[in-house]
């Protein structure tokens, strides 16, 4: 659907913001892109955007260029939301249909019907731009973004400035409205709950990229035992292992080998088990671990 | 089209918000300041159409370089940039509405001068010739306004050059006071503006051929920088 190929962008000052990018996006997908500040995330959605102009590489959607777009085919949301601030948000979402020419759309209005509901805007829709909170005007700017049905979303750090609540309402219904959506954020949390495929971003470079099986990190990552027993275990038993602190007769056993932790269950089967507990690594902790190695 | 119109549409909405401001910058002051400049003339007719013709590019200068300027320069901010990434609508579409809504907006101020006009010279005026020549004005002032809208990127910069520019384009040019034609005046433009407005109401004697030919020309060179700027897809890449 979108196929950025070898990008690069080289600015006037000789910084390069993008280096050799290449990445696709798919149908129904929801992709993310993670980096540090500065890692040139929002270089290269310029790019997609056709703001700015890849140095080298080529951007296509849907194998056509760029420059032969003849309508708008993003819908776009910056990371600092930026609205027209002598308008009311019901003006702002009435020109946004018109413009799009889809004032006697249903699907449209379906769609909005959706987001009203989810974001109380009924609340605030008469109100200026200038009398909303930075949350409210992200709100607004997602559904002018999504009220315009385009073929794929962008989304610069969604959820930055949204409550907790309003954060996963807008989680659940991209999730669940089957969008194209392309992606930048911090939050680990909304990664790991929203994104099909993602690309790690430093100094330019795409350092890494997978689907949450693909993440070697998950693997890096151990297992985690919690136990209870009612006698005392030998302590060469545990002696491989490491081990936090244990209270109330709760030990915490940590291990990369699951078939360790294994044995180590069986050799335990004489024992009298008042809890256990196994826990795998999973995708949140393979992304921290990932985030802190980038962001340091 | 209808994206354009309603563009404008919603541009005239934001100036709901500033009615008092427009009130006061688009009625107020212009038609005090003509009657001002009326009444110092004590009732000469001559002088009352040379000056109203003035106030007419006056008027002019101040929209479309100093207002239109500042518009067109803040829409070259790359916020601004993807706040209109944003919506569906083309650069130049949001372009073209900022320049047809300051066209109507500064429209009632030449109305009015423009009747006085006729009022005081009553069976002089050439009128078909006299509104081709203020159109002509206001494409070249606002091809003018867009062209360093453009070139003053940084709308923090253009905020303090802008206005100057129309204090000096208003000091350089014989619109409130008489002066002898020598080469400065004629690589001015607006000197060719103003001395067609006041050639089509029997003001100005002499040839206003090259007059015609200059600002055509100049209108030219102009839309040919707008246009590559505008229909370029890359907007936020360097210009010119």
């Known amino acids: 659907m979108l196929s950025i190929n070898e990008v690069t962008k080289v600015f006037p000052n000789g910084k390069k913001a993008n280096d050799s990018i290449s990445l696709q996006i798919e149908s129904d997908q929801i992709v993310g892109l993670v ?8 270089t290269l959605i310029r790019q997609i955007l056709g703001l700015l102009k890849p140095t080298t590489g080529t951007i296509l959607v849907e194998g056509n260029d760029l420059v032969r777009m003849k309508d708008n085919y993003f819908g776009y ?9 002598s308008h009311t948000i019901r003006e702002l979402i009435q020109y946004t249909l018109k413009l799009k020419k889809v004032m006697d759309n249903k699907k449209a209005h379906n769609i909005l019907n959706q987001l009203y509901s989810i974001f109380n805007i009924n609340k605030w829709e008469n109100m200026y731009g200038y009398q909303l909170s930075g949350g409210q005007l992200k709100i607004v700017m997602l559904v002018i973004a999504i009220c315009q049905m385009p073929s794929i979303l962008i989304l610069d750090e969604p959820s930055n400035m949204l409550d907790v609540v309003t954060k996963k309402k807008l989680w659940q219904f991209l999730k669940e409205s089957k969008m194209t959506v392309f992606l930048t954020s911090h939050d680990i949390k909304e990664i790991s709950v929203l994104c099909d495929y993602i690309y790690f971003l430093q100094e330019g470079k795409i350092v890494f990229k997978g689907n949450k099986q693909e993440i070697p990190q998950v693997n890096q990552l151990p297992v985690t035992l919690k136990i209870k027993v009612k006698e005392k275990i030998p302590e060469e038993l545990l002696n491989n292992f490491i ?17 360790e932790i294994l044995i180590l269950i069986g050799s335990l089967r004489r024992y009298t088990f008042e809890y256990l507990s196994l826990i795998a690594p999973d995708f949140d902790n393979a992304i921290e671990l990932i985030m802190e190695e980038f962001y340091e | 089209m209808n994206r354009l119109f309603q563009a404008i549409l919603f541009e005239f909405r934001a100036f709901r918000v500033f009615k008092i401001q427009i009130l006061i910058s688009l009625f107020i002051m212009p038609l005090s300041y003509m009657l001002i400049i009326l009444l110092n003339t004590g009732g000469n007719q001559q002088i009352s159409l ?5 106030f007419v590019v006056a008027s002019l200068i101040g929209t479309y370089v100093s207002l239109l300027g500042l518009r067109v320069s803040n829409l070259m901010m790359p916020e601004v940039l993807e706040m209109y990434a944003a919506f569906p609508i083309k650069m130049r579409t949001v372009a073209l509405s900022y320049l047809i809504t300051y066209s109507l907006y500064v429209l009632p101020q030449i109305i009015v001068a423009s009747i006085i006009i006729a009022v005081i010279s009553l069976s002089s005026i050439a009128w078909g010739l ?19 809208g453009f070139v003053f990127k ?10 100057l520019l129309s204090w000096i384009f208003l000091f350089i040019t014989p619109l409130y006071y008489q002066a002898k034609s020598s080469i400065f005046f004629s690589i001015n433009p607006l000197n060719s503006c103003v001395k067609l407005l006041r050639h089509s109401i029997g003001l100005c004697e002499g040839v206003i051929i090259w007059d015609y030919v200059y600002l055509i020309g100049l209108i030219i060179i102009l839309s040919f920088f707008v246009n590559r700027k505008l229909l370029r897809l890359y907007l936020l890449e360097k210009r010119f």
């Open chain 1, 77 to 85: 949301v910056p990371q600092t939301p930026l609205v027209f601030q």
């Open chain 2, 50 to 54: 040379y000056l109203l013709t003035g």
């Open chain 2, 154 to 163: 940084n709308y923090f910069v253009a905020q303090g050059v802008l206005p």
């Open chain 1, 35 to 42: 980096g540090p500040n500065g890692a040139g995330k929002t």
């Open chain 2, 130 to 148: 006299f509104v081709f020549n203020v159109i002509l004005t206001m494409i070249t002032l606002s091809g003018f306004g867009v062209f360093l």
């Open chain 1, 243 to 259: 081990i936090s602190d244990s209270r109330d007769g709760l030990i915490t056993i940590f291990s990369k080998d699951i078939n």
